[in-house]
């Protein structure tokens, strides 16, 4: 939806900007692949060039300052916030209500680390809200899952339980695949801090499965330390050894 949204905008004349859209598209298909570090790159050419454009590459500028700041994350959240609160900046000067929910989404997910957990959920609640007047069902989704993930770090599993379920239907008609990985692996961890350890393997089984067939090192790398932990716990040890290995 956001890359339809941009190639739709107006172009203006001129190789930079030109460059910069490739660049953006080239960061989002590595983001999908969970190609992290080559995101971080792509962007980090994309943001000057966006900016270089004025006023016609705004819109471009906020989305890029927004995808690389999750990526400067983990390093630098000094930067990753001044990142942030420039996109934020942009995005209501736009009176951009798209962009003002993809930022209250980032906001929210850079707070996580901090173990406050109430902000965070207000930000992606308002998220959701503006999400779907937009009508982008996707990214509704998509925060909604986010809010499921906060509530299981409040540890009020049985409302993240009913996010995830809630959400799954809508993975399967759009055949996201991404999005269903994601949920089965909520849904095992749910299961797990549970102490439900038979129907936490189960989904992580089929998490291992998916990420596998999606070929993403990142989801594969976290569906296998998922399930090795809780085989582990259910004294499954060369099994577990296998996949810690």
């Not at 006023?55 to 500028?61: E, M, P, T, V």
């Not at 959920?121 to 909604?144: K, M, P, Y």
């Given at each position: 939806?956001?890359?339809?949204?941009?190639l739709?905008?107006?172009?203006?004349?001129?190789?930079?900007?030109?460059?910069a859209?490739?660049?953006?598209?080239?960061?989002?298909?590595?983001d999908?692949?969970?190609?992290?570090?080559?995101?971080?790159?792509?962007?980090?050419?994309?943001?000057?060039?966006a900016?270089d454009?004025?006023?016609d590459g705004?819109?471009?500028?906020a989305?890029a300052l927004?995808?690389l700041s999750?990526?400067v994350l983990?390093?630098?959240?000094s930067?990753?916030?001044?990142l942030?609160?420039e996109?934020?900046?942009?995005?209501?000067e736009?009176s951009d209500?798209w962009?003002?929910?993809?930022m209250?989404?980032?906001?929210?997910?850079?707070?996580?680390?901090?173990?406050?957990?109430?902000?965070p959920?207000?930000l992606?609640?308002?998220?959701?809200?503006?999400?779907?007047?937009?009508?982008d069902?996707?990214w509704?989704a998509?925060?909604?899952?986010?809010?499921?993930?906060?509530?299981?770090?409040?540890r009020?599993?049985?409302?993240?339980?009913?996010?995830v379920?809630?959400g799954?239907?809508?993975?399967?008609e759009?055949?996201d695949?991404?999005?269903?990985w994601?949920?089965?692996?909520?849904?095992?961890?749910?299961?797990?801090?549970?102490?439900?350890?038979?129907?936490?393997?189960?989904?992580?089984?089929?998490?291992?499965?998916?990420?596998?067939?999606?070929?993403?090192?990142?989801?594969?790398?976290?569906s296998?330390?998922n399930?090795?932990?809780?085989l582990l716990r259910?004294?499954h040890?060369p099994?577990?050894?296998?996949?810690?290995?």
């Amino acid at each position: 939806q956001w890359l339809r949204t941009l190639l739709s905008q107006r172009q203006p004349v001129g190789k930079s900007f030109l460059n910069a859209r490739a660049l953006f598209g080239a960061g989002l298909l590595a983001d999908s692949l969970g190609e992290y570090g080559a995101v971080r790159e792509y962007l980090e050419r994309a943001v000057p060039m966006a900016r270089d454009q004025g006023q016609d590459g705004q819109w471009l500028l906020a989305l890029a300052l927004c995808m690389l700041s999750r990526r400067v994350l983990d390093r630098d959240s000094s930067l990753a916030r001044l990142l942030l609160d420039e996109g934020w900046t942009i995005a209501q000067e736009q009176s951009d209500q798209w962009l003002i929910a993809r930022m209250l989404y980032e906001r929210a997910n850079s707070l996580m680390g901090r173990r406050e957990y109430d902000t965070p959920r207000a930000l992606i609640q308002e998220s959701v809200s503006l999400f779907h007047a937009t009508g982008d069902r996707r990214w509704e989704a998509l925060a909604s899952y986010y809010h499921a993930r906060v509530d299981y770090s409040r540890r009020d599993y049985a409302a993240a339980r009913l996010e995830v379920e809630q959400g799954l239907p809508f993975c399967y008609e759009t055949n996201d695949r991404v999005g269903i990985w994601a949920r089965l692996n909520l849904l095992g961890e749910i299961a797990r801090s549970e102490g439900n350890y038979a129907l936490a393997r189960d989904y992580h089984s089929r998490g291992y499965a998916l990420a596998h067939e999606l070929g993403r090192k990142s989801s594969i790398e976290i569906s296998a330390t998922n399930l090795g932990s809780v085989l582990l716990r259910e004294g499954h040890l060369p099994e577990a050894r296998r996949l810690f290995g």
